[in-house]
T-cell receptor, first 115, second 113 residues
């Protein structure tokens, strides 16, 4: 079965640079979520989109922005990168259910290293 | 703030034994809980979920128990196998949002052959 695809899998950037992470949800999934996982930590919810509109927002820094496109893929844009942004970034997708939480399926993640 | 947390950071079990991973939550309004398995270098993998109107749910070799009285969640893995070695997270879906999944700190399960 097709899974969530994330690219790139690894990314190395310098401080103050920008980075763009891409997420391709499972076919027919209409909702995407972004999470950040620091070393040895649990994943932290950043932001989510449903039908190209922002659905919910978590602990996403103002330096980060994201959007979902007409083909449902999503991009997380990160500017003015800091050392503390080094982490695994996961995208998850789901098919929105009415009146109950969706089951989120996670991608393999993008490992961002800021030097 | 309210959060989900695990009792033990590490757990070692003998292959073939049953494993029990515990989780305490503090948000009494939570109505949906999920267990995820994360292997090294991979994304969290959905294992099983349970809603607050249930106290037990079974899957293939896994059982989740929910005790709302003491706000406790557990994951039982039957006949633990080496492939079960991973970090296990319990997660809570906030009642006010179906999107925001709050992960607790993980428990690292090591299976001894």
């Amino acid at each position: 079965a097709a899974g969530v695809i994330q690219s790139p899998r690894h990314l190395i950037k310098e401080k103050r640079e920008t980075a763009t992470l891409k997420c391709y949800p499972i076919p027919r999934h209409d909702t995407v979520y972004w999470y950040q996982q620091g070393p040895g930590q649990d994943p932290q919810f950043l932001i989510s989109f449903y039908e190209k509109m922002q659905s919910d927002k978590g602990s996403i820094p103002d330096r980060f922005s994201a959007q979902q496109f007409s083909d449902y893929h999503s991009e997380l844009n990160m500017s003015s990168l800091e050392l503390g942004d080094s982490a695994l970034y996961f995208c998850a997708s789901s098919s929105r259910l009415v009146g109950r939480p969706d089951t989120q399926y996670f991608g393999p993640g993008t490992r961002l290293t800021v030097l | 703030g309210e959060s989900v947390g695990l009792h033990l950071p590490t757990l070692s079990v003998q292959e073939g034994d049953n494993s029990i991973i515990n989780c305490a939550y503090s948000n009494s309004a939570s109505d949906y809980f999920i267990w995820y398995k994360q292997e090294s270098g991979k994304g969290p993998q959905f294992i099983i979920d349970i809603r607050s109107n249930m106290d037990k749910r079974q899957g293939q070799r896994v059982t989740v128990l929910l005790n709302k009285t003491v706000k406790h969640l557990s994951l039982q893995i039957a006949a633990t196998q080496p492939g079960d070695s991973a970090v296990y997270f319990c997660a809570e879906n906030e009642g006010t949002s179906y999107d925001k999944v709050i992960f607790g700190p993980g428990t690292s399960l090591s299976v001894i052959p």
